[in-house]
């Protein structure tokens, strides 16, 4: 605490030793405005500027042609992309005049702008510019450049070159035509001639550079370097003004009348704008000094609301003459006035407190003055009983003219005053960085008594309800409710840190609103209910989605809010409330005060604490100025091509002829508002299964994934309150695509039907197929079964084959063994008689017919029969196969052959066949012969092996 004393006592001093006598002359200014090649984007040089019929500005540039609504800018570059020199707006055309080139433009379909030159086919011209367009009262065009000026009448364009009579300055006033001659005299100039009005010697041996209407049917003529003058048709005469001197120091270049207040504004190289009356009186004058962006003047404009334009050498101004808001704000040279916290008015005073001293405005003579002994942090000045108070960061002053007097009280800090009634006692209460304090009043005068016990905090504001309930803001946190003692010397406190069921941290704000203590934090507003001894959320107001830091009355039904970022002026309406202007902080070019933005009224006058100015508004004048009427138009539609360009539609649909679009459409208005005024853009959309209303500050929306289908969209301009100033509809198709039309159903349903016809026939032939297959299937299963019945069957005749095939074997095997057997024993009975014989045991006879008899049944022919079917049985027609391959084989070989196949053994089929072991293997090789068998070939395996 003594730390920030003695700062502020070290920092008054400096104050006080470099600025021992501050007394400054300033004006409440109407608000200027500046727009760079930042805001544009275009060149920083612009040239001429004129008006269109629903009051859209356009600015000859050095890239082009620009346009600007108050919320959109545009650039449209020229053919060759030559420099706009010159504009004139004729009802719906765009005059333009540019190098060795003059045309006009009008907007097509899409509302863009499209050029048509005007300028004579194969004329080569003298390197002509065209400096200037103007019409006269029958509706000729002029264009002219420094060499000539050309001549329009609607169809033909002709050409006036004359060497004597060279042009410097073509001007219109009131429908005539005037010219000033290079190093000449000033003429007339009328169906194509010249006539000289005024000499060059009657200004001073100068140039004539505007001309603009005057009282009476006079026109005030602007010399470039001799001042004004005021010409009656026959005379001319100098006209005095309390910018005489500067004016014939800075080089006067244009002039405009702004025709609602009669301001003549002149504009010049060297020195700014300056406002004038038309007798002389300065009312204002922008230069670098005080806010214009740059001192050299190309051309000015006054639009059809009274607003003056200024195409500058850097950038283009604009001067809210037709605004009821003006600024009182210091020239760049003078001390700052800091960070304004409370504006007091006076009848012809006004006074203001700020963050590094009080100030006292003379309003009649323009005088502000620095108010000694207030140096330092100011947080507000009170008027009580006639008496002013000045709440200082060192204590209450008391303010008498340009001083503040001792500090009354406690020397600390001074937060806020109130006038109230507590305990049934009529006192004033303060707030300081610590305690709070009650004042009493004696002998009519008001002074201090005593500091309240049982609360200790930094206040920065409070306010005293209808119950005696003294509401107190904490500086960094919280809310208190204070209840003094009936002796108003202590207190009972209630701590809030929730505020309508939220937990708030930061700063709050208490006001009044129509009586009634309001608690604002954040975007939301609070109140107390005392029924329910809680504090809930004040709804009145609705949501007005933005913080509000005061509230200050203008009368029993109407308010001012105080925005972070501007003010809001609310007036009840029955149980209601509603929003009847705004002024936005950004409208004045200057910060406000985030937590203590508050507003005074006087006499029908609005103030506004902005940083380092005083905002000022004539209330009485809201809705008298702008009352022309304006047209909301649609300046652009857009949609989303294919390949993601955007793709641009017809700014004009109706019913019959609805543009197409695609999925997405991007909309833009133009609403000309060049004052900042709070409107409010409404975008209705229907169609296509979609019922959406979108309202916002900005003229530009976009809508994205439309469905196909009509759409209608509604779009408005409203005020505040929601009354509508002006609509247009426009309509649109989002087609359905290609693949969807008519025709391509036409060809999905024949395509459909084919294919349905190839599907029924490949699923009937699917099913044909499947039966066919299940039938085969089956017939194949049955075949299966008849061929495991057959193959059983097979099987038991094979078992039954082979089992008499082995009976055949067995049988020829039996035979064979029986054959040999009984040869064998007929064999042995021989030898046995042939033994007899020898020994004459019996006769020759009898041996002879024995022997006879058993040689007779060894080579039975039954018994090779027999045998030989048998084999052939068991061995697959081997003789048949053996003979039909070797035909030259006899039955002796194929016996042979029979008995080797069988494996028998040498000695074996010699005893079978008689032979000795000898005549077998003599048969052996007779055989391999007639086989004609290679010598490494087994004869019993071949013969086994055959087939």
């Known amino acids: 605490m003594h730390n920030r004393l003695l700062l502020t006592h070290i920092f008054s001093l400096i104050i006080c030793l470099a600025f021992p006598s501050a007394t400054y002359a300033l004006s409440f ?3 200027i405005h500046n727009y760079g090649k930042v805001d544009y984007q275009a060149a920083l040089q612009n040239w001429d500027i004129s008006q269109g019929s629903n009051g859209e500005v356009y600015i000859g540039n050095g890239s082009g042609i620009l346009c600007f609504d108050g919320y959109t800018w545009s650039l449209t570059p020229l053919p060759g992309q030559t420099v706009a020199r010159s504009l004139l707006m004729v009802d719906e055309r765009l005059y333009v005049g540019t190098f060795l080139d003059f045309g006009y433009m009008e907007r097509d379909k899409y509302g863009h702008l499209q050029y048509t ?33 050309f001549s329009y009448d ?77 010409y009656d048709g026959t005379q001319c005469t100098p006209l005095r003004t309390e910018a005489e001197e500067a004016l014939r120091q800075t080089n006067v270049n244009r002039a405009a009348l702004v025709p609602g207040d009669s301001t003549l504004v002149v504009g010049t190289i060297l020195g700014g704008i300056y406002g004038l009356t038309l007798d002389g009186r300065l009312k204002w004058h922008y230069h670098t000094g005080n806010g214009l962006s740059n001192n050299s003047v190309l051309h000015l404009m006054a639009d059809v609301d009274g607003n003056v334009w200024a195409a500058l050498d850097i950038g283009v101004a604009l001067i809210n003459t037709a605004s009821p808001c003006t600024l009182l704000t210091p020239y ?196 107390y209910d005392d029924r329910k001894d809680s504090i809930v959320e004040f709804t009145d107001l609705g949501d007005l989605g933005r913080e509000v830091c005061s509230a200050t009355r203008v009368d029993d039904n109407t308010f001012w809010l105080g925005l972070s970022d501007g003010f809001l002026l609310m007036q009840r309406q029955g149980n209601s409330y509603r929003p009847i202007n705004s002024v936005s902080a950004r409208f004045f070019g200057l910060d406000c005060n985030d937590n203590k933005n508050n507003v005074s009224v006087q006499g029908g006058v609005a103030y506004f604490n902005f940083n380092n100015g005083v905002g000022r508004l004539e209330m009485d004048n809201i809705g008298k100025y702008n009352k022309r009427k304006k047209r909301l138009a649609i300046r652009a539609m857009s949609t989303t091509g294919r390949d993601g360009d955007e793709v641009p539609m017809p700014v004009a649909g109706d019913k019959k002829h609805r543009p197409e679009s695609m999925s997405s459409v991007t909309v833009l208005l133009s609403f000309p508002n060049y004052d900042y005024h709070a409107l409010q853009f409404s975008f209705h959309l229907t169609g296509g299964g979609v019922d959406r209303e979108d309202i916002i500050d900005e003229p530009e929306m976009t809508y994205n994934a439309l469905a196909c289908g009509d759409y209608r969209l509604t779009c408005q301009v409203r005020t505040l309150d929601g009354k509508v100033i002006d609509s247009v509809d426009y309509y649109f ?136 079917n ?60 007639k086989l004609n068998l290679p010598e490494n070939t087994n004869l019993v395996d071949f013969l086994i092996a055959f087939e």
């Open 870 to 929: 048998n084999f052939n049985l068991i061995h697959k027609n081997f003789f048949k196969k053996l003979k039909e391959q070797y035909p030259i084989l006899t039955p002796t070989d194929l016996r042979f052959c029979a008995l080797l196949r069988l494996n028998m053994s040498t000695k074996d089929i010699a005893q079978f066949t008689g032979l000795s072991v000898r005549g077998v293997e003599g048969a052996r090789y007779r055989l391999r012969k």
């Open 154 to 230: 609607g169809k033909k364009v002709t050409t006036h070159y004359d060497l004597s009579h060279m042009p410097l300055y073509l001007h219109e006033v009131d429908g005539k035509v005037f010219m000033q001659v290079q190093g000449g005299d000033y003429y007339r100039l009328q169906a194509g001639k010249l006539q000289r009005i005024i000499g060059r010697e009657q200004v001073g041996d100068d140039h004539i550079v505007a001309a603009v209407p005057g009282r009476d049917g006079h026109i005030i003529l602007c010399s470039q370097w001799h001042g004004l003058y005021d």
């Open 733 to 868: 198709t989002r087609p359905l695509p290609f693949y969807a039309r008519w025709w391509a159903w036409a060809i999905y349903a024949a395509i459909a039907s084919g294919l349905v016809y190839l599907l029924v026939r490949y699923r009937t032939h699917k099913t044909a197929e499947q039966m066919r297959r299940q039938y085969e299937d089956k017939r194949l299963q049955q075949d299966m079964k008849m061929l495991e019945q057959d193959k059983v069957i097979a099987e038991q005749k094979q078992q039954l084959l082979e089992a008499q095939l082995n009976d055949k074997a067995r049988e020829a095997a039996s035979l064979a063994l029986d054959a040999a057997a009984r040869n064998q024993a007929i064999e042995g009975i021989r030898d046995t008689l042939r033994e007899k014989r020898r020994k004459g045991s019996i006769s020759q006879h009898d041996m002879a017919a024995m022997l006879s008899q058993l040689g007779e049944s060894a080579d039975s022919d039954n018994f090779w029969e027999v045998y030989q």
């Open 117 to 149: 030159s005007l300028w004579p086919k194969g004329y080569a011209g003298h390197d002509d510019e065209i400096w200037n367009i103007v019409r006269d009262d029958d509706g000729t065009i002029y264009f002219q450049s420094f060499a000539e000026w």
């Open 332 to 527: 760049h040279s003078s001390p700052s006035l800091g960070m304004v916290y409370a504006v007091k008015p006076m009848p012809s005073l006004l006074y203001i407190a700020t963050n590094q001293a009080a100030w006292q405005y003379d309003i009649p003579t323009h005088q502000l003055t620095r108010i000694t002994g207030s140096d330092g942090q100011n947080w507000h000045i009170t008027e009580a009983d006639g008496q002013l108070l000045l709440g200082n960061n060192e204590g209450l002053r008391p303010l008498s003219g340009t001083t503040a007097g001792p500090v009354m009280g406690a020397n600390s800090s001074s937060t806020c005053l109130r006038r109230c009634v507590l305990q049934g006692r009529e006192v004033m209460l303060e707030s300081t960085y610590y305690v709070m304090r009650v004042y009493v009043k004696e002998n009519g005068q008001w002074v201090f008594s005593h500091e309240l016990e049982g609360f200790h905090a930094p206040v920065a504001e409070f306010e005293v309800d209808h119950l005696g309930n003294v509401w107190v803001a904490h500086m960094s946190h919280g809310l208190y409710r204070l209840t003094l003692t009936p002796d108003l010397q202590k207190v009972n406190t209630q701590r809030y840190n929730v505020l309508g069921g939220d937990t708030v941290q930061g700063m709050s704000h208490v006001m009044k609103i129509c009586g009634r203590v309001v608690f604002a934090h954040g975007k939301r507003l609070y109140c």
């Open 29 to 31: 200014m109407p608000v």
